[in-house]
Nanobody, 122 residues
């Protein structure tokens, strides 16, 4: 069983930056991903990273702005958010899965964190 705890959410002005962290506990190695959900919208993929960190995958809306990374020694994944826009406002969730590949499909993930709120003001 894996537990995920996100942190780093905040209120930030448009154009600013923020770094989210996702700390994992439990045994084994997992692909990790970030998803987000804005009010009255479906959950959408943001970025995913393979176990080794060699493979990454991004939603078109964040490509080039939100690099994903991980520190396996600390069992932590990161989402560095730059050039933030008001439309990035959402609850951001960390997810993990044991199968190979940095999938961007929510249904491929078994474990989820509680989420952290990111609000971008214009």
């Amino acid at each position: 069983h894996v537990q995920l705890v996100e942190s780093g959410g905040a209120v930030v002005q448009a154009g600013g930056s923020l770094r989210l962290s996702c700390a994992a506990s439990g045994r084994g190695s997992y692909n990790m991903a970030w998803f987000r959900q804005a009010p009255r919208k479906a959950r959408e993929a943001v970025a995913a990273i393979s176990v080794s960190g060699a493979q990454t995958n991004y939603a078109d809306s964040v490509k080039g702005r939100f690099p994903i990374s991980r520190d396996n020694a600390k069992k932590t994944a990161f989402l560095q958010m730059t050039s933030l826009k008001p439309e990035d406002t959402a609850v951001y969730y960390c997810a993990s899965r044991s199968r190979a590949g940095p999938s961007l499909r929510p249904n491929d993930y078994s474990y989820w964190g509680q989420g952290t709120q990111v609000t971008v003001s214009s």
